[in-house]
């Protein structure tokens, strides 16, 4: 096999969508796997659908998955300019070799002819009208400044077959194909002519995109063979669906990676999810790195079915990851989260990192695991006595006063320290130090779940806050 060469080839039309990632990571994967290259190529010849800061966003969103480009824009390459508005004299050229071949052909008509054509089936599609033009008549419309376009000159009879290693062998009969445009009348090409100049011109070995691409490869391939050219191999991959109706679209603003990475989701979550719709790994594993992904990637795992886009299942798959976060990397995610919270600037973040780590799925779910400690309000009788804790009361008020008594002195303020006071306060009540912990972490905090106990509690409030905490919850209970 030639040198493996894939091609992500996005088009800056806003954010990145899931779909589209999940495609730049399977030419990635690939390129990876077999030693070969990965290539970004900016595909902006719809002028009027460009958005201004998409490219950036898609540099951005690569750069932060891992996602690592060999040739592109910014990487610069042997078969550049990467950007197809950057290439529009290489088109022009390659067009008017098709013209000159009899592939392709100018066409004149206006909107208003184009309009009134209405074929079989009430499908609009080009009569190739302008293909019985003579040389002479197109060189003076040329001449005179006529509005033209260039078209593909399409065969009529006969099928078109190639075959997908998804799809397997795919035949379409050629009546199928109209004669679609190359070159707009801006002077620009459509995708349906630069993808094949550029897969060619840039030595592209497998073409890995959307399965609405299947049906016009018979185009593609037309063209190549009117250049002479080899075609590409080609894998086309199933859409991602928001259910089973709908695909997830850029256009609706569904499934940004952007939107995922501000609620907290981490990218190497995000990239680990989305191989997995689509691609079936061998065996049960679900959790692969980067590395793990690019040695597992198989395109025979690829699926023909459209798979569910599960944002819980990517919940569940992201605080598997967080769990396993560096500490230090884990608080550097973790801190504007704490900021946006209400103990912003009251308590220790780095403590309250310790305890919940392990409690979240996505990093945003912190605020509402941490603003309880900063809205107290005392702890009433029947967050003690319940189906869950039945310490009554009178119980409750006994262990907050001992305990009020042995801590307002107490020095060694840490986590240690405070579990030895209550060890030693249980110890001196007669009462199991279960009891002693659950009362003062209720009455410290005003909630009957925490994460963390009463020491760890006590901790991040500190001496002073907690025992005006302890002797207004008691007070309650008088
Ligand atoms: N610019 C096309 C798109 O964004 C790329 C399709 C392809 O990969 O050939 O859909």
Redesign the pocket.
Known sequence: MDRVRT?????P?GFMHIG?LR?ALYCYLFAKQNGGDFILRI?DTDVERTVEGAIDIIYQTLKESNIKVDEGPLQGGEYGPYVQTQRKDIYMKYALELVEKGAAYYCFCDKERLDSLVGENGIKRYDKHCLHLSKEEVAMRLARGDKWVIRQNMPTEGVSEFDDLVFGHVTIPNNELEDQILIKSDGLPT?NFA?VID?HLMKISH????N??LSSTPKYNLLYDAFGWEHPQYVHLTPIMKDAQRKLSKRHGDANFNDFTEKGYLPEAIINYIALLGWSPKGEEEKFSMDELIEKFSISGLSRSSSIFDEAKMKWLNGEYIKELDFDRFMDLATPFFEKSKVKGLYDYRKLGVLIQSRIEILSEIPEKVDFLAEFTPANRDMYFNKKFKIDDNLAKVVLEKSIEELKDYDNWTIDGLHEAIAKISEELEVKPGVTYTVLRIALTGVMVTPGGSPEMADILGKEESLKRLNESLKSLL
């Open positions: 091609r992500f080839a996005p088009s039309t589209n495609t595909e995708y993808n897969d073409v890995m995109r959307g609405e691409y």
